[in-house]
Nanobody, 116 residues
Framework: QVQLVESGGGLVQAGGSLRLSCVAS????????MIWHRQAPGKQREWVAI???????NYADSVKGRFTISRDNARNTVYLQMNMLKPEDTGVYYC??????????WGQGTQVTVSS
């Protein structure tokens, strides 16, 4: 059973930085896409950034130029470096592993709070 454990959340002032980590148990990490999502209070969950097994990346428009997703397949870990944080980045950040045909695992989330 693959499990995902996020860490690195916290309270930061606007303009600051945080780095989130998500460690996966199991041996399939290098063959799955890893996605960071977030959910702000009272809003629907939205995807933030994705890294494919080969390492290509894509970002939501709201975080382009500020966030960087990366993966270390040797450590079964995906990171989300968040710079120039804004209050609207506040929310619970979730790590998600997706693979064919129907592999879809979520972590429990880590809280990020950005104060103005």
């Amino acid at each position: 059973q693959v499990q995902l454990v996020e860490s690195g959340g916290g309270l930061v002032q606007a303009g600051g930085s945080l780095r989130l980590s998500c460690v996966a148990s199991g041996s399939i990490f290098s063959s799955v896409a890893m996605i960071w999502h977030r959910q702000a209070p009272g809003k629907q969950r939205e995807w933030v950034a994705i890294t494919a097994p080969a390492g290509t990346t894509n970002y939501a428009d709201s975080v382009k130029g500020r966030f960087t997703i990366s993966r270390d397949n040797a450590r079964n870990t995906v990171y989300l470096q968040m710079n120039m944080l804004k209050p609207e980045d506040t929310g619970v950040y979730y790590c998600n592993a997706v693979g064919v045909p129907d592999f879809n695992i979520w972590g429990q989330g880590t809280q990020v709070t950005v104060s103005s």
